[in-house]
């Protein structure tokens, strides 16, 4: 078994003082960060899903929450591509640490639009007597804005989400250079502080900021801690910062030339990457084993949990106890590679987890939990452990494989476009696609089971989980699995897929920019 202590005195170790300077400040900046994150996205997809079903029982209509709900994160998850569009100029022009410290503190301002929009329309914090005097699903509290208005809303912290997220895949190169090595114990080592603080942040969401602020306030300290994220993250070196030329547009300075052939060049990357992917057996296999386990990552937290806690729960804040579980199995996912990093230096073996321990969910159409129970909401949360261990440690493994991978191949390259951030360009762009277009659908299929069972009355979704959760997640255990087969010598338990020179401390080259990534990649929280 792995010395614990011997790997992360490695670690440690493998870092010179200006680089643990920097790490420590980020570490801090991220977790400050991530506790803010939690506390808003947990609180919008609960405030909707309550809004949307306080609307149909005032209106008497058919409910169309859940077909909402999806379209309202597949345009946030989106509009994130947008967002590092806009910033990757800016990348280029100034210290990624200036650049990370505006975009954060824009994304808490964009935060606070929702707050002052409730506020102003009638919204209040809930009073702590509120449950013993009103009946339940009285949402009296909240503004009295248009639902739908969310949604634009939301779109636009999507922009500010995809400007912080885009600096945050770029800013490790920055701090530890390009030894692969070193990326993967500082991705592995910010993974794991990052998901301590998602779960405390899922579990304080809806355990204690929305039952005592309600969800229409409980993000609140939102604004707060990114503002002391963006004043940690300014104490950052420059990270030996030069102004860089853009390429082709070098001779046209004007920003807005700049974000115009940004979007040339995603589009350039997604064909690039296509190209890669589609085109070699070394990463044909990344398409499934990449976008669409991600994808099921994203419906699991974002549309599956917010299902099991309103429609079996009776309780929509309670998704975020199901959340934290899945934080902390991230944890420990993200924890196990750090620890074996040394021994096991493939994703294949975290992939083939991944692909069986997401079918733990066909438990929850067999299940019939009583409403109004929170301990039912942490038993989902532990069934939720295992499932994201899965995906996180194959998401850390597999991403220091795409680098080890490609850093090579755009060695010398004059392109604009990196062989590393087109093929991460067009990975993301697929699991957006996917989400963006399966999501809602599903919802939709969702809302109609409800409305036909009942709705409000007493409708029940069991029958629609059997195909949401079940046949849906088993599609996406064999895509998964399927893939780990495809790459030579992956019949093997632990097979080498990268090689060690792969792995060997090596700079770019000059001229080279294949360890940047493109605008247009927000990056996988």
């Keep these: 078994m792995p010395d614990v202590r011997a790997s992360i005195r490695e670690t440690w170790r493998s870092f010179s003082p200006l680089e643990k300077r920097n790490i420590a400040i980020y570490i801090l900046g991220i977790t400050l960060y991530k506790f803010g994150l939690e506390a808003f996205n947990g609180s919008i997809i609960a405030l909707a899903t309550n809004r949307y079903d306080y609307d149909a029982i005032r209106t008497n209509t058919t409910a169309k929450t859940f077909e909402r709900v999806g379209l309202l994160v597949g345009l946030n998850q989106a509009l994130q591509c947008v967002g590092s569009i806009l910033i990757a100029p800016l990348i280029q022009r100034f210290p990624t640490k200036t650049v990370l410290t505006a975009a954060v503190f824009v994304f808490g301002l964009f935060t606070a639009i929702l707050l002052i929009v409730d506020a102003a329309t009638g919204g209040y914090i809930k009073p702590a007597d509120w449950e013993a005097k009103h009946k339940k699903g009285d949402y009296s509290y909240y503004g009295t804005y248009y639902t739908d208005g969310i949604i634009p809303i939301y779109c636009v912290t999507g922009i500010a989400y995809g400007m912080v997220e885009l600096i945050r895949r770029v800013i490790p190169k920055d701090i530890v250079g390009g ?122 937290e974002n549309a599956l949990a917010p299902v099991i806690a309103k429609r079996y729960l009776g309780e929509s804040a309670w998704s975020q106890v199901m959340v934290g579980g899945s934080n902390f199995g991230e944890l420990c996912g993200a924890a196990t590679v750090f620890i074996l990093a040394n021994y096991v230096k493939t994703p294949i073996p975290w992939l083939r987890i991944d692909s069986l321990t997401v079918l733990i969910v066909w438990y929850l159409p067999f299940w019939y939990p009583p409403a109004g129970d929170v301990r039912y909401a942490w038993m989902v949360a532990a069934t939720f452990i295992p499932i994201s261990f899965g995906w996180a440690a194959g998401d850390v493994s597999i991403s220091a494989y795409i680098q080890g991978a490609l850093t090579r191949l755009g060695k010398g390259s004059k392109s604009a476009v990196s062989p ?78 990268l090689s060690d020179e792969d792995l060997e401390k090596e700079g770019p080259d000059e001229g080279d920019n294949s360890t940047e990534l493109p605008a247009g990649i927000a990056a996988i929280s």
């Design 179 to 300: 030894d692969v090595k070193k990326l993967i114990r500082m991705d592995s080592l910010v993974h794991i502080c990052y998901e301590v603080s998602g779960t405390l942040g899922a579990f304080a969401t809806a355990l204690a900021l929305i039952p005592a602020l309600g969800n229409n306030m409980s993000f609140i300290i939102t604004p707060l801690l990114y503002t002391a994220a963006a004043i940690t993250w300014w104490f950052i070196s420059d990270l030996g910062f030069q102004k860089k030329k853009l390429g082709k547009l070098e001779q046209q300075p004007s920003y807005i030339k700049a974000i115009v052939g940004g979007f040339y060049l995603f589009a350039a990357s997604i064909w690039t990457g296509a190209k890669i992917i589609f085109t070699s057996r070394k990463f044909i296999w990344l398409f499934n084993g990449y976008a669409v386990a991600l994808y099921g990552h994203r419906f699991l």
């Design 420 to 497: 590393l951030g087109a093929v991460m360009a067009f990975l993301y762009s697929t699991y957006i696609i996917i989400y963006a277009i399966i999501s809602p659908l599903l919802g939709t299929y969702l809302d109609q089971v409800y409305a036909r069972t009942g709705g409000a009355n007493g409708g029940d979704v069991h029958e629609a989980i059997i195909y949401v959760g079940g046949v849906h997640f088993t599609i996406i255990a064999v895509c998964v699995m399927s893939a780990t087969f495809i790459p030579k010598g992956s019949f093997s338990l632990c097979p080498t897929i």
